[in-house]
């Protein structure tokens, strides 16, 4: 009976960590605040600012990530970096 009981535990927390280990790795939207602070960094130095800002914050809705810094490391975010447009042109600032 006592092993029946302790393999149930050992059962129950493995389950347990599992469910903890799959919830941690699941990304959450990132919030259009998140994205709003971001894309102000990504296009502090745009010519066109507002234009930036607009298909930038696109992009992070769409992607839940913007590559670092004002220009370049569109590896940081496949995703960011893979966007065309129409013209199959970068989408993405």
């Known amino acids: 009976m006592k092993v029946q009981q302790l393999l149930s535990a050992a059962l129950i927390l493995l389950l347990l960590t599992d469910l903890v280990l799959i919830t941690s790795s699941i990304t959450l939207p990132a919030a259009s605040s998140d994205c709003d602070e971001k894309c ?30 004002t220009y370049g490391n569109k590896h940081e975010c496949p995703c960011y970096r893979d966007k065309k447009n129409s013209k199959g042109k970068p989408k993405c600032p």
């Open 40 to 69: 102000g960094v990504r296009c502090s130095k745009a010519g066109v600012k507002d234009r930036c800002l607009k298909y930038c914050g696109i992009c992070c809705a769409e992607c839940k990530c913007v590559p670092s810094g």
